[in-house]
């Protein structure tokens, strides 16, 4: 008996992308869980074989998943967890955080498209479409990957052309809060060394936070996506050229977050990082109206919070086969990314003030790998050069009365980042069933910055065209005159040696033994008043098993692992007049992490297919302070928190996912595999200042129901889907900006719907 769906369900594996591609005939003969491949390594290795902690899942286990981006990844990823502002994903690792992505500010793990990074955080927050697999590496990956993979890197994979046949496939779905989403591809052999592939992807839909002011609802989707590749190949030669546009409109849920929620205050009602009494009023002066703070997914909004994200990349991906030993790789890639958010100055429903949040990015990224493949001795060798040229701009342009409180805020500030890195690591084969690993890497980065300051008035006091008395007719970035601020601009240079040493031991073909030491860095940067702040490092240390047992029927991969993170940054809020406040980064300390992480994936007969993952983690600052927001700590007036021995953002104790599959056999009318995913998390901070009980998210559950029907021939699929059964309101990130306004973000809500699928 063959089972199609079986092999669907072995995909669906939570933190285990298994038997994606396993024939059927190989499932009748013994249903065991093939071997997936992955370029951890920047070389095709067996999963089971990298001594590394990877999360890998194909098309087939992100699509059961319930994976079309990066918000629901940590959902089968033990040790991450996702929270976001506007498009910035911020992603947390293993007790690391990316609390802090505007400015000249990065990701702690490295986004990488098809073997390209992405500088900037909201890049991560793309649709994924025509996927052929994503890889999620935990620990710092210095050696291979260099800057901006401090706490691990996120690997996105797309299909590229087969010259096998012509193949094709649409899909659509549609969901709660009238989100409507269609992905196709088609690919066309053009001859037997050569192919194109388009693929697509839309979505559409209503604001999912309801704004009771005069702006329209929050969180609404217009984005339009594709990509055009081509594959050329001959005996010794591969070459794939891509070429992808992106396009997200719609109105926004937020640029520092989507919304408030009480201050922590004293029983004087004053404002206190250890308050023990709350306060859901809107702080800003002159709002009105009800500003629903502290009601999950409801606003009160004057402002149409528009959302404008457009990226252009263009990608050549060549390989050469020098010998069956050697062989080498270019990658050579351009991206423009433009990104443009307005906002509700006052959160509340009175008219006249509004932020605007710019960022463009052009990005020139070139590496070049020479791998070697001998019997004895692996070795991985190359080099890297980029240019980015960041600019990014904050601004504001409030006429609300009482008129003195005028203002027309704008600062932006130009950077232009060479980065330049020389890497090796080798493998060595002491013996048949130990292996040595070692890896060494120079980065060194140029940061030249300019910074800028605007006014809505030419130099005699007078309005710009556009500017006017009610706002503005367009944005301050095209408006506004500029001025360079020569004291605020400046040139940093940061530089820093990343290393890894391994050993590999085969207990037997089924268990592998592994440990490994490797450090890495995050970026330093500048701030926009030309302050530097220094590069962050992590030292880890990781010993793990992966593991096979019942004739490939259980696998079970456990990692324990202890991180050392220093020179941490944090945010600081600086007055700079007129009722304005800026954020400054700032170095702050250090965390300590300890931790376990175990997947397991058993296929007890031909039906069934159970999986689970886990992760503890002992996780608190050292040595780190971060600046008051609010006017009192513990009644006293102070700028300073002391935090050391405190839990950092999102870092839960633990963390539990659990997934089981069944495969009903429905004769000529196919078959049908209702699937259920459960997801625990302890409770967790959600802003780097921990003392105030607003920011804390407590535990919660997460339950995700699916029924999957197939057709007998496998190319058309039905499902239907509840995910958040419980409607769960997960706090994504706290911060604390002007007024002492605490303000957050939550999680997805509650979500149901359909989908189907048609391939030929």
Request: proline share 4%.
């Amino acid at each position: 008996m063959t089972t199609p769906v079986r092999k669907i369900l072995a995909t669906q594996i939570g933190a285990l992308a298994l038997a994606g591609t396993l024939p059927n005939s190989a499932l009748a003969q013994g249903f065991a869980l093939e071997e997936v491949i992955v370029t951890a390594q920047k070389r095709e290795q067996n999963l089971q074989d990298v001594g590394v902690s990877v999360t890998a899942l194909d098309q087939r286990a992100m699509q059961r998943a319930g994976i079309t981006d990066i918000t629901r990844l940590e959902l089968v990823t033990p040790g991450m967890s996702y929270g976001f502002i506007g498009s910035d994903a911020k992603v947390a690792m293993r007790g690391a955080n990316s609390n802090n992505t505007f400015g000249d500010n990065s990701s702690i793990a490295g986004f990488f498209l098809d073997g390209v990074y992405r500088p900037r955080a909201s890049q991560q927050s793309q649709a994924y479409f025509d996927v052929e697999r994503v890889e999620v590496l935990k620990g710092p990956q210095g050696t291979l990957y260099g800057r901006n993979t401090f706490a691990g890197a996120i690997n996105l994979y797309t299909n590229k052309p087969d010259t096998e046949a012509l193949s094709g496939g649409i899909q659509a779905s549609a969901e709660r809060f009238s989100r409507y989403t269609t992905e196709g591809f088609i690919n066309v052999p053009i001859n037997e060394d050569a192919a194109v592939r388009l693929a697509f992807n839309t979505r559409d839909s209503d604001g999912y936070i309801e704004n009771d002011g005069q702006g329209e609802d929050l969180g609404q989707d217009e984005a339009r996506n594709f990509r055009l590749s081509g594959l050329w190949r001959t005996d010794t030669l591969e070459a794939v050229l891509r070429y992808s546009n992106v396009s997200q409109e719609g109105i926004a849920d937020g640029i520092f977050s989507a919304e408030g929620i009480c201050q922590p205050v004293n029983e004087d009602g004053i404002t206190d990082a250890f308050g023990r009494f709350t306060n859901c009023e809107n702080p800003y002066p002159n709002n009105s109206g009800d500003s629903r703070f502290n009601e999950p997914w409801e606003a009160n909004s004057d402002v149409d919070a528009e959302r404008d994200n457009q990226e252009q990349n263009v990608t050549l991906d060549l390989k050469a086969d020098f010998t069956d030993r050697i062989s080498a790789r270019f990658i050579t890639s351009w991206t423009d990314w433009d990104s443009e958010f307005d906002w509700d100055g006052d959160w509340s429903n009175t008219p006249g003030y509004v932020f605007y949040w710019d960022e463009e990015t052009e990005s020139v990224t070139n590496e070049l790998q020479f791998l070697y493949e001998g019997d004895a001795f692996k070795a991985t060798l190359g080099g890297y050069y980029s240019v980015d040229d960041i600019d990014f701009g904050f601004s504001q342009y409030r006429v609300s009365p009482p008129q003195e409180s005028f203002s027309d805020f704008a600062d932006y500030q130009e950077i232009e980042t060479t980065t330049t890195g020389i890497f090796f690591q080798g493998e060595y084969s002491v013996t048949d069933y130990v292996r040595l690993i070692a890896g060494i890497r120079y980065n060194e980065e140029d940061k030249d910055t300019e910074t800028f300051s605007g006014f809505s008035t030419d130099e005699d006091g007078n309005p710009l065209p556009g500017v006017n008395p009610d706002g503005l007719d367009g944005r301050p970035r095209d408006i506004y005159r500029y001025e360079l601020r020569p004291e605020r601009s400046a040139v940093q240079n940061f530089d820093d040696t990343t290393y890894r040493l391994g050993v590999e031991w085969d207990m037997n073909e089924d268990v592998m033994f592994y440990a490994n030491w490797s450090t890495g860095f995050l970026s330093g940067g500048v701030n926009a008043d030309g302050s530097a702040f220094e590069q962050q490092e992590s030292e880890a240390y990781e010993a793990g098993m992966k593991s096979r047992f019942f004739d490939d029927t259980l696998q079970a991969n456990v990692a324990i692992y202890y991180n050392e993170y220093t020179d941490l940054t944090t945010q600081e809020l600086v007055d700079v007049g007129n009722g304005t406040f800026q954020t400054r980064t700032v170095n702050g300390g250090e965390i300590e992490t300890l931790g376990l992480e175990a997947d397991i994936t058993w296929i007890p007969d031909d039906q069934w297919i159970i999986t689970a993952g886990l992760s503890l983690m002992d996780n608190e600052f050292g040595d780190f302070g971060a600046a008051n927001p609010f006017v009192l700590a513990n009644g006293v007036e102070t700028n300073f928190l002391d935090l050391e021995g405190d839990t950092p953002p999102w870092a839960p104790e633990i963390t539990l996912s659990l997934s089981v599959g069944y495969d009903i056999d429905l004769g000529d009318m196919g078959r049908v595999a209702p699937f259920v995913q459960f997801y625990y998390s302890d409770e967790y901070n959600t802003d780097d200042v921990v003392t105030y009980s607003t920011q804390e998210q407590d535990s919660y559950t997460k339950t995700d129901i699916r029924v999957i029907w197939t057709s007998p021939n496998q190319n058309i699929e039905a499902e239907a889907f509840i995910e958040n059964i419980e409607d769960e309101d997960v706090l994504a990130r706290t911060n604390v900006g002007g007024f002492d306004l605490v303000q957050t973000s939550y999680l997805y809500p509650q979500n149901y719907g359909a989908r189907f699928r048609y391939n030929f």
